[in-house]
């Protein structure tokens, strides 16, 4: 299997309110565990680990940090 990046969802619009909606009154801490909790759902899902190894390169890369770390970072 390949990771999927063209969108799979009718209306990928309301796909985005339903997460952002999720973390609507929470707090910080529980909004990070919220997203963790989502993702682990997900990966475990798809039960592919070198999609799942894809997916978190494009998401660093999508960061623009290059999943640098924060003493990386830091050292700017």
């Known amino acids: ?5 063209q969108s799979n969802f009718a ?3 309301a796909a985005y309110r339903l997460v952002v909606e999720a973390h609507r009154g929470l707090r910080d801490e529980d909004s990070v565990s919220l997203d963790t909790a989502l993702v682990l759902i997900l990966a475990n899902h798809i039960g592919d680990v070198e999609v799942l190894r894809e997916a978190i390169a494009l998401a660093k890369r999508q960061l623009g940090q290059s ?3 924060d003493s990386e ?3 700017k």
Do not use: E, F, Q
């Open 11 to 13: 209306d990928p619009d």
């Open 73 to 75: 970072k830091d050292a």
């Open 1 to 5: 299997m390949t990771l999927s990046t």
């Open 67 to 69: 999943g640098k770390t």
